[in-house]
């Protein structure tokens, strides 16, 4: 068994070593800059051209609708930002929903600042938008409606092609945060009616501080970045080329292997969830069932920390992450969990597992058994707990 079990591949995955091997020669061989004229530069042309072409392929879109960023938030922020400046002729009113990632969330809050008028949609008990409500909430100045594809705390996919039709019918721009689905879940932005989808490549098992905003033709949005002429002039600065390499790379291999990715990811994930909630007393599991990322798991332990939990959990090499790892660290429980209607205390209880394909059933039983041993450990010295067993005997 490694020494680490990695169970946090919502927060990061590990960059694939063919992906590291394809961005090698940019750092030490093909170190030229795309804008130069000279032939030396033209395998780094040459290689940003194929990323763009491969990325496109795998959304059935067009290589110019493809934007290089520097990840999933500069994504989001761009994308949000400059539809609300390019529309806002039209009206002010953004739509979204109170489960977003915090790229989304804190980008309409300095929106309305500004001057918008944001709606935050209320989930259901699983964490679905409710598509009545998005209906009702549409009005004639709303400009767009940015709902993510896939929940990166609880895995819940939103119904991405309900929401794009009704944003198509009425008139308003859809964005979606698929930096959880891309390369995870088959996406085709026709077919879903995307108007602009954000992306980044270490979700993928791609490098860090690279992604793409996928914008449709037509879209009058500005650059968000000024500066040069790169990215068709809508993202100024010297290309990232090793990664832009790299997330080229790293999505041809997970387009070439998503199905079968997918099918051992949700097996042991199945597994995981079907001992943890059989074996420990007091448990629920968070997010959609069936309507879920494949390697997501989401568990609420009543009468626990889950802070407690990882640490206990990191002392036994098994990484994992309560809440999301931007929330880790403040005391406030996850807007993702409040917002699917828990109690704070039992929000405070979460812990997130998510698992890749390179995770093993011997390493769920091992953390399976170490689950229960912590929360055996921290109940035992939980007055809540007591109370709660006193009562019950009673
Ligand atoms: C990780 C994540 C982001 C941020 O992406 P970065 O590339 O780390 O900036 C945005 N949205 C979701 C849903 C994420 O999971």
């Given at each position: 068994?490694?020494?680490?079990?990695?169970?946090?591949n919502?927060?990061t995955?590990?960059?694939?070593?063919?992906?590291?091997d394809?961005?090698?020669?940019?750092?030490?061989?093909?170190?030229?800059?795309?804008?130069?004229?000279?032939?030396?530069?033209?395998?780094?042309?040459?290689?940003?051209?194929r990323?763009?072409?491969?990325?496109?392929?795998?959304?059935?879109?067009k290589?110019?609708?493809?934007?290089?960023?520097?990840?999933?938030?500069?994504?989001?922020?761009?994308?949000?930002?400059?539809?609300?400046?390019?529309y806002?002729?039209?009206?002010k009113?953004?739509i979204?929903?109170?489960?977003?990632?915090?790229?989304?969330?804190?980008?309409?809050?300095?929106?309305?600042?500004?001057g918008?008028?944001v709606?935050?949609?209320?989930?259901?008990?699983n964490?679905?938008?409710?598509?009545?409500?998005?209906?009702?909430?549409?009005r004639?100045?709303?400009?767009l409606?940015?709902?993510?594809?896939?929940?990166?705390?609880?895995?819940?996919?939103?119904?991405i092609?309900?929401?794009?039709?009704?944003a198509?019918?009425?008139?308003?721009l859809?964005?979606?945060?698929?930096?959880?689905?891309?390369?995870h879940?088959?996406?085709?932005?026709?077919?879903?009616?995307?108007?602009m989808?954000?992306?980044?490549?270490?979700?993928l098992?791609?490098?860090k501080?690279?992604?793409?905003?996928?914008?449709?033709?037509?879209?009058?949005?500005?650059?968000f970045?000024?500066g040069?002429?790169?990215?068709?002039?809508?993202?100024?600065?010297t290309?990232?080329?090793?990664?832009?390499?790299?997330?080229?790379?790293a999505?041809?291999?997970?387009?070439?292997t998503?199905?079968?990715?997918?099918?051992?990811?949700?097996?042991?994930?199945?597994?995981?969830?079907?001992?943890?909630?059989?074996?420990?007393?007091?448990?629920?599991?968070?997010?959609?069932?069936?309507?879920?990322?494949?390697?997501?798991?989401?568990?609420?332990?009543?009468f626990?920390e889950?802070?407690?939990?990882?640490?206990?959990?990191?002392?036994?090499?098994?990484?994992?992450s309560?809440?999301?790892?931007?929330?880790?660290?403040?005391?406030?429980p996850?807007?993702?969990l409040?917002?699917?209607?828990?109690?704070?205390?039992?929000?405070h209880?979460?812990?997130?597992?998510?698992l890749?394909?390179?995770?093993?059933?011997e390493?769920m039983?091992?953390?399976?058994?170490?689950?229960?041993e912590v929360?055996d450990?921290?109940?035992?010295?939980?007055?809540?707990?007591?109370?709660?067993m006193?009562n019950?005997q009673?």
């Amino acid at each position: 068994m490694n020494q680490v079990i990695y169970l946090d591949n919502a927060a990061t995955t590990r960059t694939r070593p063919e992906v590291a091997d394809a961005m090698m020669p940019f750092f030490t061989e093909h170190y030229g800059n795309p804008s130069s004229v000279y032939e030396f530069a033209a395998p780094c042309k040459q290689a940003i051209a194929r990323s763009r072409e491969t990325i496109a392929k795998s959304l059935g879109a067009k290589a110019n609708e493809i934007y290089f960023t520097a990840g999933g938030t500069e994504s989001d922020n761009w994308a949000i930002k400059a539809a609300a400046e390019a529309y806002q002729a039209k009206g002010k009113h953004i739509i979204t929903s109170k489960i977003e990632h915090h790229a989304v969330l804190h980008t309409c809050e300095y929106l309305e600042k500004l001057g918008f008028e944001v709606t935050y949609l209320d989930v259901d008990e699983n964490g679905v938008v409710k598509i009545e409500e998005l209906k009702k909430a549409i009005r004639p100045d709303t400009i767009l409606i940015s709902i993510m594809f896939a929940n990166n705390e609880i895995g819940t996919i939103e119904p991405i092609k309900e929401i794009g039709e009704i944003a198509r019918e009425r008139g308003v721009l859809f964005h979606t945060d698929a930096v959880q689905a891309y390369c995870h879940i088959p996406i085709n932005v026709d077919e879903y009616h995307i108007d602009m989808l954000s992306a980044s490549g270490h979700k993928l098992n791609g490098p860090k501080g690279i992604g793409f905003l996928y914008i449709r033709t037509g879209l009058k949005l500005r650059s968000f970045v000024h500066g040069g002429a790169q990215e068709r002039k809508r993202r100024g600065g010297t290309e990232n080329v090793p990664g832009i390499v790299g997330l080229g790379k790293a999505v041809e291999l997970a387009v070439a292997t998503m199905d079968e990715r997918a099918g051992k990811e949700r097996e042991l994930r199945d597994y995981l969830i079907g001992r943890v909630t059989a074996e420990v007393p007091f448990v629920r599991l968070n997010g959609h069932r069936t309507c879920r990322l494949a390697n997501n798991t989401n568990f609420a332990f009543q009468f626990i920390e889950g802070e407690s939990m990882l640490i206990m959990l990191d002392m036994n090499g098994i990484c994992g992450s309560s809440g999301s790892a931007c929330t880790s660290g403040s005391l406030d429980p996850s807007h993702v969990l409040l917002a699917i209607g828990l109690p704070h205390e039992i929000a405070h209880g979460s812990l997130r597992l998510t698992l890749s394909e390179e995770n093993t059933k011997e390493e769920m039983d091992y953390v399976v058994e170490k689950i229960k041993e912590v929360v055996d450990r921290l109940r035992s010295m939980s007055p809540l707990y007591e109370d709660f067993m006193k009562n019950n005997q009673a």
